[in-house]
């Protein structure tokens, strides 16, 4: 089956570092991918969309600058948070769109301190 | 956008009861999918269902797609321990199919 790779699974860093978080689709090409944000017993929430090879789509209230996603190639998508903050702690969240319908990955948890 | 409604957030149920879930939407809906979540976990794919009407089942767990395609339902037979988790419905929109999820209910079952 599709298999979505997410790294790291969690990681802490200090306010004001940026942290780099990739999925991967392994054994399928992701023509899309979509970034999820998952505060403690709550939903997921849609921050962004991403096509392979062009601009992300963000959901309203998403910073662009602050949430920075690239999608170069259709195995592999990056989200980037710049300056994190505390607030920024969470569960973060690919899934992948290609023939096998929606594939998520692992997740991370990102922890700012 | 389009929106899916769970309600209630949280379940407890006792060991071998069964246990039925509902997603409810305002405005019709292309397709509906199910979701699983267990703690500390990545959503999983359950189903989607797309015709009126539709019921799918897989092993102790029957989903439905009302006839309007307003509303889904998921039910759990005889609950066991590791149906334990958070159960979402989501919904597809947009160009880019982007998928929408409900709050979830989160199952707890007591052995």
């Known amino acids: 089956g599709a298999v979505v790779s997410q790294h790291p699974s969690w990681v802490i860093c200090k306010s004001g570092t940026s942290v780099k978080i990739e999925c991967r689709s392994l054994?399928?090409?992701?023509?899309?991918m979509f970034w999820y944000r998952q505060f403690p017993k709550q939903s997921l929430m849609l921050m962004a969309t991403?096509?392979?090879?062009?601009?992300?789509?963000?959901e309203q209230g998403v910073e662009k600058d602050k949430f920075l996603i690239n999608h170069a190639s259709l195995t592999l998508s990056t989200l980037t948070v710049t300056s994190a903050h505390p607030e920024d702690s969470s569960f973060y969240i690919c899934?992948?769109?290609?023939?096998?319908?929606?594939?998520f990955g692992s997740g991370t948890r990102l922890t700012v301190v | 956008g389009q929106q899916v409604m769970q309600i209630p957030q949280y379940q407890h149920v006792q060991e071998g009861e069964d246990f039925t879930t509902y997603c409810n939407s305002s405005?019709?809906?292309?397709?509906i999918q199910w979701y699983k979540q267990r703690p500390g976990g990545h959503p999983v794919f359950l189903i989607q269902?797309?015709?009126?009407?539709e019921v799918k089942k897989q092993k102790r767990l029957t989903f439905q797609f009302g006839e309007a395609k307003k509303n889904s339902s998921l039910h759990i037979t005889a609950t066991q321990t590791t149906d334990v988790g958070t159960y979402f419905c989501?919904?597809?929109?947009?160009?880019?199919?982007?998928?929408?999820f409900g709050k979830g209910i989160t199952l707890s079952v007591r052995p």
């Open positions: 899934s992948a769109r290609g023939g096998y319908g929606y594939t």
């Open positions: 054994d399928f090409q992701a023509t899309t």
């Open positions: 991403s096509n392979e090879g062009s601009k992300a789509t963000y």
């Open positions: 405005t019709t809906l292309s397709n």
């Open positions: 269902l797309v015709k009126s009407g």
């Open positions: 989501a919904v597809t929109t947009g160009a880019n199919s982007k998928l929408t």
